[in-house]
């Protein structure tokens, strides 16, 4: 079976000394699909994001 993703995350979690930034995070974004990573301050978007770079 094809999957058809550009991006694809299971159960990511990173953590920083004394913070989870993320806790056990999950999505798949399918190609040719357009997505906003929104939240609160702190919630973790710039962590997520660093990850998706390989920035972490």
């Known amino acids: ?6 991006v694809e995350f299971e159960h990511v979690t990173k953590d920083f000394v004394g ?3 993320n ?3 999950t999505f798949k974004v399918k190609k040719g699909t357009i997505h906003a990573l ?4 702190g ?3 710039s962590t ?3 990850i998706l770079f390989g920035l972490y």
């Open 1 to 6: 079976m094809e999957h058809n993703y550009a």
């Open 19 to 21: 913070i989870r930034a």
């Open 23 to 25: 806790d056990d995070v």
């Open 38 to 41: 929104i939240g609160e301050n």
């Open 43 to 45: 919630a973790g978007k």
């Open 48 to 50: 997520l994001t660093s």
